[in-house]
């Protein structure tokens, strides 16, 4: 004869609607988990790849300014286009480099074999853009009309040039704020670049601090 407690076996209704319940917590939690984990890693590939592609801006800036006219050669070379009148302040660069906060940083540099070449770092419309011209070895040396886009979301580039007397002076004050720095003089060593990136930390600037060849 069988008992009531021989008749019990398995799980009851309830038991196993808690043992799906549960199963159906830990799954979603698990997947929320994976979620969140591949969302994580893409957020740092976009910021790796932003990380490198400034770099790499930064990288061929500095390039384009090692190579730049010295005053060897810019006598015999025709200095960058000057930026329009309104806009220079009457602040002396290094030979074969002009800046202005308007049209950008511009350049005359060596393009190898003899050959020279202009060509102007700028923004538009929070684009970092590098335009160059056709190298050459007659003057004058072709405008540089052949624009690529470097980098995306920037918010403004800055230049500095440092004083061997007067430290870090920024080309853009007005003449008559501070000494005129002469052409070529040997007391310009250094430059720096900066990159203003757009977004929550707009202010906190990338730097790139050239020593002049």
Do not use: C
């Not at 790499?56 to 010295?70: F, K, P, V, Y």
């Not at 970092?128 to 040396?141: D, E, F, K, V």
């Not at 430059?191 to 707009?202: H, T």
């Amino acid at each position: 004869m069988m008992n009531a407690t021989d008749a019990q076996q398995g799980f009851t209704l309830i038991e196993v609607l808690v043992a799906l319940t549960l199963m159906a917590l830990i799954s979603l939690i698990s997947w929320r988990g994976l979620e969140t984990v591949q969302h994580t890693g893409e957020r740092l590939d976009e910021r790796a790849e932003e990380t490198l592609s400034l770099l790499r801006a930064l990288s061929q800036i500095e390039r384009d300014i090692l190579l730049h006219a010295g005053p060897d050669i810019l006598p015999g070379l025709a200095a960058p286009t000057p930026a329009p009148r309104s806009t220079q302040t009457g602040v002396q660069m290094p030979p074969g480099i002009i800046w202005s906060a308007d049209t950008g940083l511009s350049l005359v540099r060596s393009a190898g074999d003899g050959r020279w070449q202009q060509l102007r770092w700028y923004l538009n419309d929070g684009r970092l853009l590098r335009a160059t011209g056709s190298p050459s070895y007659l003057l004058p040396l072709p405008p540089p009309d052949t624009t690529v886009v470097v980098l995306e979301g920037v918010r403004a580039l800055s230049v500095k040039v440092w004083h061997s007397t007067q430290g870090w002076a920024d080309p853009s004050q007005k003449v008559s704020a501070r000494p005129l720095l002469r052409p070529g003089a040997p007391d310009l060593t250094g430059l720096e670049v900066a990159v203003y990136r757009a977004g929550p930390a707009s202010d906190q600037p990338y730097r790139k601090v050239v020593l002049l060849p």
